[in-house]
């Protein structure tokens, strides 16, 4: 399958990383860090260009989050719970999307992103909350748009080693986003603290 996609993005570009990222957010086997980040390595090469390959990523996983987010407000939980198996959605994944998507609420969505096995999914409970389409459309927007950038960038930047690295990146992912969450919060205390104590002096 994954070798099928890549080829497939490989000859027809921009429409192919278009139309497998809006089947990969759906929920279909598509393997979407993969995809992006041989994009950026395809724009390496000079074949894609880097804002047009970021923006094509972007729209096509926002809309396969959006058909998502409408199956789950149409058709709530008996949709998943009867053909969720058909495309790797078992009950335990679902329950464990379910406690997340519980916990982190709105930013659940654009983190997602970045979870394998949970960006699939928190469009659908999104749905299910019945969320205003709007506000759903702005986090996963942003979301997209962060995810398509970040790994099309890191594709660019490794050039051949983008199938060792996405491989790397996959397995540790969820560790390499809490610490990016910590730092970011360390960083704006630090900040934040050195903003105050220089008002005061």
């Keep these: ?13 921009y429409f192919a990383l278009f139309g497998t990222l809006v089947m990969g957010l759906i929920g279909l086997p598509v393997p979407d860090e993969f995809l992006l980040t041989f994009s950026g390595f395809l724009v390496s090469m000079g074949r894609m260009n880097w804002i047009v390959a970021v923006l094509v990523a972007s729209a096509g996983s926002a809309i396969g989050m959006t058909v998502s987010f409408w199956i789950g407000h149409r058709f709530g939980l008996p ?86 690295v996405t491989l790397y990146l996959h397995k540790y992912m969820l560790a390499a986003l809490v610490l990016l969450v910590l730092g970011a919060g360390v960083w704006w205390i630090v900040h934040r603290r050195s903003k105050i104590k220089a008002e005061r002096e």
């Design 1 to 13: 399958m994954e070798e099928m996609v890549l080829r497939t993005i490989e000859h027809y570009g």
């Design 79 to 164: 949709l998943l719970e009867n053909y969720g198996r058909k495309i790797h959605m078992t009950p335990e994944r679902v329950m464990r999307v379910e406690l997340w998507f519980t916990r982190f609420g709105r930013f659940a969505v654009p983190i997602g992103y970045f979870i394998p096995g949970v960006r699939h999914l928190t469009a659908y409970f999104t749905g299910l909350s019945k969320w205003s389409y709007r506000t759903f459309l702005l986090y996963a927007s942003l979301g997209a748009l962060a995810w398509s950038t970040a790994f099309i960038s890191i594709g660019v930047l490794v050039g051949h080693r983008w199938r060792e």
